[in-house]
């Protein structure tokens, strides 16, 4: 795909086929990842690939496999989202959590290192390694869009992540930022609109 064409078509995917990704095309995509901007120029990332669902069980045991629909009211209205559309993706989201990690046929864990505190920094260019492996994640969604699959993001809770570091066994000093559930799209879903903005009214030239 052309690359403005990428970015255009680039959605969330939480429905997935069943159908198998092969291993050279999830290289390409990671490879793709590898090539993003790193604040030390050392690219210390890592990427665990799980290709079996015992393993992916594991991995997701903490994350609860249904959730009711007054759940999901209770945790859409805490967030106080008022934006109909806004509601709409929750709801079809908050339910999918679970299932599309499950369903997916790979799914990718990227780590990257960080000496200092994650959640406590006491500067911000301590945070440098958390913002390059986002850079990284964005290149990997649209690699994953340019191959025609589909990939789903969440990002772990202190359970999840505790769970995470007790199944992999991964080095204390990485971390994980999210879960990409990476598949082929079960045909004919519609996923809810998204708010659509115009670029005009999001730039501001020389001043706010």
């Known amino acids: 795909m052309e690359f403005y064409e990428v970015v255009k078509t680039r959605k969330t995917i939480r429905d997935f086929s069943g159908k198998k990704v092969?291993?050279?095309?999830?290289?390409?995509?990671?490879?793709?990842?590898?090539?993003?901007?790193?604040?030390?120029?050392?690219?210390?990332?890592?990427?665990?690939?799980?290709?079996?669902?015992?393993?992916?069980?594991?991995?997701?045991?903490?994350?609860?496999?249904?959730?009711?629909?007054?759940?999901?009211?209770?945790?859409?209205?805490s967030w106080r989202v008022n934006a109909p559309l806004q509601n709409e993706v929750y709801k079809n989201a908050i339910p999918k959590q679970y299932r599309m990690l499950i369903e997916s046929e790979c799914l990718i864990m990227p780590f990257f290192k960080q000496k200092a505190p994650l959640l406590k920094p006491k500067y911000l260019s301590a945070l440098n390694g958390f913002a390059s492996i986002w850079c990284c994640i964005e290149n990997i969604l649209l690699a994953v869009t340019a191959e025609k699959l589909g990939c789903a993001l969440r990002i772990p809770f202190d359970k999840e992540t505790e769970n995470i570091s007790e199944v992999l066994k991964h080095p204390k000093e990485y971390f994980m930022p999210c879960y990409l559930a990476i598949g082929y799209p079960l045909p004919k879903i519609k996923n809810p609109l998204q708010i659509k903005h115009k670029i005009k009214d999001k730039i501001h030239y020389n001043k706010w």
Do not use: Q
């Open 22 to 77: 092969d291993k050279k095309t999830i290289e390409r995509i990671l490879s793709a990842g590898l090539m993003a901007p790193t604040n030390d120029h050392l690219r210390n990332w890592e990427f665990i690939v799980i290709t079996e669902k015992e393993v992916i069980e594991k991995i997701i045991k903490p994350i609860p496999k249904t959730i009711s629909e007054k759940r999901v009211n209770f945790i859409i209205n």
